[in-house]
T-cell receptor, first 118, second 111 residues
């Protein structure tokens, strides 16, 4: 149980275009989803937290107009990288928290999406 | 200063060795401590979690937290080549959403 999927697993796009990444909880309802970015040999950096049906909360330094997050249902959250540039190339990972778990550790991670902007 | 510090390695050990992975943290409010395993180009997988200080054992893995020294450890006994991965420690405050990760330690277990 507690499986999170991401699509696509790898995407290449041209500079200036937008890319949408999907994150789905397959066998549970995720009231909260998280989006992380990971650069090579670096740790996961939280970008934003999204709760179903409400606006995402972005971490300091993350441009909300560039990284659009939509959490329209209890099983789906999307991250859209708008007007992508080469410096946005990274590994994007989502995680999902089930129900009303009070502890932050109850997060299940997706397999990640590798974005390459040319 | 990062809230969670971790030696990036790489750490190379022979098969069967006992592996010790460590992190330090600075935020006294952290209550939950996790270890994740991440294979190359994959998402992290939760290995173990510990609440407050103490030890927790699960098979070949033992997690240890010493809140007095703000030190987190993961021990792997009888290490196997399949244990080769990056190990990330993470912490969070009680009831909080945000996980703060260390940079990860790359482990290679050689035949």
């Amino acid at each position: 149980g507690a499986v999170v999927s991401q699509h696509p697993s790898w995407v290449i796009c041209k500079s200036g275009t937008s890319v949408k990444i999907e994150c789905r909880s397959l066998d549970f309802q995720a009231t909260t989803m998280f989006w992380y970015r990971q650069f090579p040999k670096q740790s996961l950096m939280l970008m934003a937290t999204s709760n179903e049906g409400s606006k995402a909360t972005y971490e300091q330094g993350v441009e909300k107009d560039k990284f659009l997050i939509n959490h329209a249902s209890l099983t789906l959250s999307t991250l859209t990288v708008t007007s992508a540039h080469p410096e946005d190339s990274s590994f994007y990972i989502c995680s999902a928290r089930e129900g009303a778990q009070p502890q932050g550790y109850e997060q299940y991670f997706g397999p990640g999406t590798r974005l390459t902007v040319t | 200063q990062k809230e969670v510090e971790q030696d990036p390695g790489p750490l190379s050990v022979p098969e069967g060795a006992i592996v010790s992975l460590n992190c330090t943290y600075s935020n006294s409010a952290f209550q939950y401590f996790m270890w994740y395993r991440q294979y190359s180009r994959k998402g992290p997988e939760l290995l173990m979690y510990t609440y407050s200080s103490g030890n927790k054992e699960d098979g070949r893995f033992t997690a240890q937290v010493d809140k007095s020294s703000k030190y987190i450890s993961l021990f792997i006994r009888d290490s196997q080549p399949s244990d080769s991965a990056t190990y990330l420690c993470a912490s969070t405050t009680g009831g909080g959403n945000k996980l703060t990760f260390g940079t990860g330690t790359q482990l290679k277990v050689e035949l």
